[in-house]
């Protein structure tokens, strides 16, 4: 895929447990944030959202938590599939400014 | 709904050529974005259109690099002349407001 050459951060994880994916950013005016999944030929899919209003978001199975005070962004997956394995990216963007800005990823692997 | 298509998936050219990569927007979107990874970096902004306007192109890394959108409809982005470093997947995106929703990416081979 083309993450060949790319020394991604990696987790794995067995099937069934919980994950978390963390992340810093660095734009302290970032007021929004999303979690990307891309899978190996595919582009990056958005998995969740949050506002810098916020603090804690929920989705289905997946949690986006934010701490502003320390620019920390984790992604926590529940129950955990063979279908997550991913890499996982997250993504800032300042308000009027329409441009994502990607953090480096990191590699989920489910083992079964 | 189509998702953002691209084309074409992959490209493997020679130092010096051109290449010129498509993507077309998911139906009534507005805005369009090019974004791209080279090896060893993460996903980077390159330029961003609204309708047939370039928005914002404070990414696009040289003049090697030409993206156009006539008609507001789909959108090429052109190298010229390519070089080793331009090697990646340049992906697009669309949105009609705040999400945007990717497409499968063109890989870039520059030998």
């Known amino acids: 895929g083309e993450s060949v050459g790319l020394h991604l951060p990696t987790l794995s994880v067995q099937e069934g447990d919980n994950s978390i994916i963390n992340c810093a950013y660095s734009?302290?005016?970032?007021?929004?944030f999303i979690w990307y999944k891309q899978e190996s030929g595919k582009g990056p899919q958005f998995i969740i959202d949050i506002r810098s209003n916020m603090d804690k978001r929920q989705g289905q199975r997946v949690t986006v938590l934010l701490n502003k005070t320390v620019k920390h962004l984790s992604l926590q997956i529940a129950a955990t599939q063979p279908g997550d394995s991913a890499v996982y990216f997250c993504?800032?963007?300042?308000?009027?400014?329409?441009?994502?800005?990607f953090g480096t990823g990191t590699r989920l692997t489910i083992i079964p | 709904e189509a998702g953002v298509t691209q084309f074409p998936s992959h490209s493997v050219i020679e130092k010096g050529q051109t290449v010129t990569l498509r993507c077309d927007p998911i139906?009534?979107?507005?805005?369009l974005y090019w974004y791209r990874r080279v090896m060893g970096k993460e996903i980077k902004f390159l330029l961003h259109?609204?309708?047939?306007?370039?928005?914002?192109e404070s990414g696009m890394p040289n003049n090697r690099f030409l993206a156009e959108r006539t008609g507001g409809t789909y959108s090429t982005l052109k190298v010229q002349p390519a070089e080793l470093e331009d090697s990646g997947v340049y992906f697009c995106?669309?949105?009609?407001?705040?999400?945007?929703?990717f497409g499968p990416g063109t890989r870039l081979t520059v030998l």
């Open positions: 259109f609204v309708k047939e306007s370039k928005q914002d």
């Open positions: 993504a800032e963007k300042n308000f009027g400014n329409e441009k994502l800005t």
């Open positions: 139906s009534g979107h507005d805005n």
């Open positions: 734009n302290s005016a970032s007021d929004y």
């Open positions: 995106a669309s949105s009609r407001d705040n999400e945007q929703f």
